[in-house]
């Protein structure tokens, strides 16, 4: 019941910066919690940034710093605003949506490409 749509990947040089939107339709008022994961080449996917419906963020300690999310509510939309971009930045992001219902249930955009060149 929740449609997640990811856009702002592409190719960015090292130092350079992007940013990503997440649009969100459906059952949003189900919604606790918006974040980003990524996940390159051979890699595991692994958190990025996470926002709860309340305003509290967290980040992983390799984007923090250089990374910031944020809500747009009137659009809902979920953005990513990445700094100071690193070629170890490369990977595939996803939006992630987790309801508050139970059983809780984590919804997935299709994913961006960021590509950050050294």
């Known amino acids: 019941q929740v449609q997640l749509v990811e856009s702002g990947g592409g190719l960015v040089q090292a130092g350079g910066s992007l940013r990503l939107s997440c649009a969100a339709s459906?059952?949003?008022?189900?919604?606790?919690?918006m974040g980003w994961y990524r996940q390159a080449p051979g890699k595991q996917r692994e958190l990025v940034a996470t926002?709860?419906?309340?305003?509290?963020?967290n980040y992983a300690d390799s984007v923090k710093g250089r990374f910031t999310i944020a809500r747009d509510n009137a659009r809902n939309t979920v953005y990513l605003q990445m700094n100071s971009l690193k070629p170890e930045d490369t990977a595939v992001y996803s939006c992630?949506?987790?309801?508050?219902?139970?059983?809780?249930?984590?919804?997935w955009g299709q994913g961006t490409q960021v590509t950050v060149s050294s």
């Open positions: 992630n949506a987790r309801t508050s219902t139970f059983p809780q249930y984590d919804y």
């Open positions: 459906g059952s949003i008022f189900r919604l606790s919690a």
């Open positions: 926002i709860t419906s309340g305003g509290s963020t």
